[in-house]
């Protein structure tokens, strides 16, 4: 049996090597040191931020974005359905309700008409609405500039979860750059990786101290150990940021291999009845994190299962989209402003191997299996 080919495998080399060994010899292992900054540095440069704050997770920086807003008990948070479950436990962590807002059918992303319609309906009833946290599904953004024009009009904080986004952009400015703060993940299957870890971008300097702060554990500036809140230990180690600043380098040749199969599965399944590349059709600004198909079984003659479990039998890896936050077990209970369309896309989409390090040799034998898979339905198709 072949080596199993992931979805998103971590895409590290020898640069990396050279980072992460010069930080271990420089002797900066306890956890901050210039590596940290320097990594928050390149990354606010190079998204056209003020401030950066490298953290231990995307999850962190979403957790210290919603106190630094102020967010808490008592008050409501919008955010997208179609979503990992991440951004829903970020905004629980902080006692907040999650309130689940539903798609787009051409990218998944938060509608934002619904958007509008279930604030009016919030406000109205008098409930205090603390945040605003729309999803940047696959690494295809969110339309800010609509969604950052009704946070306005409600004067409600706009925190962008761009954990699959970092190198997409929306009118000519960086994912990462929209809403007041913004948050990326480094995880392991993101386009760019720190093993484990997340940064958060803003403009605001008080923002940015305040999370700096929360961080380490809300020391008190004084030189005995004071404390007058809770803190929490969010940040990143300096070993991870060395990583991180070697893949920074490389983000741009990632993004492009990561285009280079998107290409590759757009020729694959062209003419394909039934079946369509998921946000195929406006993707000319997307960082291409992910390339999913949607399957239509009416017309395909196939689900997007049984494509699933023929590509599992050649130990190649895909999964459907995101289950919708709302069809959780754990959030079933949980407020909605519901279209049917993060349904219809779960019950359709299927992830495919999209990793910048995925060989040729993989991709030759993904293209072979999915063909022979068309092929088969093909023929039944006829007789
Ligand atoms: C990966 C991801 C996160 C969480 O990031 P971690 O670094 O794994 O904590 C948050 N939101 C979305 C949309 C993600 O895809």
Not at 324 to 331: A, K, S
Request: proline fraction near 4%; aromatic fraction near 8%; charge should be negative.
């Amino acid at each position: 049996m072949n080596e199993r080919i992931f979805m998103s495998a971590p895409d590290v080399g020898e640069l990396e090597e050279k980072y992460v060994l010069q930080a271990l010899r420089s002797g900066w292992i306890a956890p901050l040191g210039p590596d940290v900054d320097r990594f928050e540095q390149e990354m606010a440069a190079r998204i056209g931020r003020r401030c950066a704050v490298a953290l231990s997770s995307g999850t962190a920086a979403l957790h210290l974005a919603l106190l630094a807003h102020g967010v808490g008990p008592g008050d409501v948070v919008l955010t997208s359905t179609m979503t990992f479950a991440a951004t829903a436990n970020a905004i629980s962590y902080t006692g907040a309700e999650p309130f689940f807002v539903d798609c787009l059918p051409e990218s998944g992303n938060m509608d934002p008409l619904l958007l509008k319609e279930a604030l009016r309906s919030l406000a109205m009833a008098g409930e205090r609405i603390g945040a605003i946290v729309p999803v940047d599904l696959l690494g295809k953004t969110v339309d800010y500039s609509g969604i950052a024009d009704i946070a306005a009009e409600f004067g409600i904080p706009l925190i962008a979860d761009a954990a699959e986004s970092l190198g997409a952009f929306h009118k000519g400015q960086a994912a990462g750059s929209w809403g007041e703060t913004a948050i990326f993940s480094f995880n392991g299957n993101k386009i760019m990786t720190t093993s484990g870890g997340g940064m958060l971008l803003t403009d605001d300097e008080e923002v940015a101290s305040r999370v700096r702060y929360l961080a380490t554990q809300a020391r008190q500036p004084v030189v005995h150990y004071e404390h007058t809140e809770v803190g929490f230990n969010y940040r990143m180690s300096n070993l991870l940021a060395a990583l991180g600043r070697a893949q920074l380098v490389r983000l741009d040749e990632m993004i492009m291999r990561r285009r280079d199969h998107r290409q590759f599965y757009k020729q694959l399944f062209d003419g394909v009845p039934g079946v369509s590349i998921f946000g195929g059709d406006t993707d000319s600004h997307d960082n291409f994190w992910l390339t999913s198909i949607l399957v239509e079984p009416e017309a395909a003659g196939f689900t997007a299962n049984e494509l699933c479990t023929a590509l599992t039998g050649q130990n190649i890896e895909s999964r459907p989209l995101w289950k919708p936050m709302h069809l959780q077990p754990i959030y079933r209970q949980a407020r909605k402003a519901e279209n049917g369309t993060a349904e219809r896309l779960f019950e359709t989409g299927l992830t495919l191997p999209s990793g910048s390090s995925m060989s040729t040799k993989s991709r030759d034998l993904i293209g072979e299996t999915i063909a022979m898979f068309l092929q088969n339905y093909e023929h039944a198709r006829r007789f």
